[in-house]
């Protein structure tokens, strides 16, 4: 069973950074994609971007390309969402999740509070 546990959350200025990881275990993840996706106060979870297992290709959602960077350490089985250029509009509860290449995404963290001040 696919476990994820995401960690680095916290408050932090506009134009701040933050570094979030989610380690993840139960399984060899070679033929999957991890993602990130974020939950603001009354609106609609919205996908962030994600990282290929195998390969290293990343995607980013418009709204944080270039200001997000997803990598991964394989030997660690861990997945980073490095955020730098914080903006306000970027507070919300940060997920991690993972879906086998080409299907949804079934397998979810408990989250993590991020909170850019103005």
């Known amino acids: 069973q696919v476990q994820l546990v995401e960690s680095g959350g916290g408050l932090v200025q506009a134009g701040g950074s933050l570094r979030l990881s989610c380690a993840a275990s139960g399984r060899s993840f070679s033929s999957y994609i991890l993602g990130w996706f974020r939950q603001a106060p009354g609106k609609e979870r919205e996908f962030v971007g994600a990282?290929?297992?195998?390969?290293?290709?990343?995607y980013y959602a418009d709204s944080v390309k270039g200001r997000f960077t997803i990598s991964r350490d394989n030997a660690k089985n861990t997945v980073y969402l490095q955020m730098d250029s914080l903006k306000p509009e970027d507070t919300a509860v940060y997920y991690c999740a993972a879906a086998v290449a080409g299907y949804e995404y079934d397998a979810w963290g408990q989250g993590t509070q991020v909170t850019v001040s103005s």
């Open positions: 990282i290929r297992w195998s390969g290293g290709n990343t």
